[in-house]
């Protein structure tokens, strides 16, 4: 069973950018498909990026996608998700999150299909 470490967070200005990190320990992050999702104050639960076990497949919510990347450090046994030009709608608590599946190059946008969560870090953008 994977266990996952959020790093990264914390209160940036409009415009810039951060890199969160995720950590996993317990087993090996190839093994998982990946996803990173984010929960605003009152609202759900969203994706913001996924990539697949192999490490060949992203999928990103559209809002992000042209100023985020999700990669993975097999070596380090760690997830990233760089985020620039961060706006105050990107103010939320970031959770890492990790699935089992036979599927090499499928990414996966669904929450509840994912068995393994990280407590979050937390990012906040002032104005």
């Known amino acids: 069973q994977v266990q996952l470490v959020e790093s990264g967070g914390g209160l940036v200005q409009v415009g810039e950018s951060l890199r969160l990190s995720c950590f996993a320990s317990?087993?090996?992050?190839?093994?998982?498909?990946m996803g990173w999702f984010r929960r605003a104050p009152g609202k759900e639960r969203e994706v913001v990026a996924a990539?697949?076990?192999?490490?060949?497949?992203?999928y990103y919510k559209d809002s992000v996608k042209d100023r985020s990347t999700i990669s993975r450090d097999v070596a380090k046994n760690t997830l990233y998700l760089q985020v620039n030009n961060l706006e105050p709608v990107d103010t939320a608590l970031y959770y890492c999150?990790?699935?089992?599946?036979?599927?090499?190059?499928?990414?996966?946008?669904?929450?509840?299909?994912?068995?393994?969560w990280g407590q979050g870090t937390q990012v906040t953008v002032s104005s």
């Open positions: 990539i697949s076990k192999n490490g060949e497949k992203t």
């Open positions: 999150a990790a699935l089992s599946t036979v599927y090499p190059d499928s990414v996966f946008a669904t929450s509840s299909r994912y068995q393994y």
């Open positions: 317990g087993s090996t992050l190839s093994n998982y498909a």
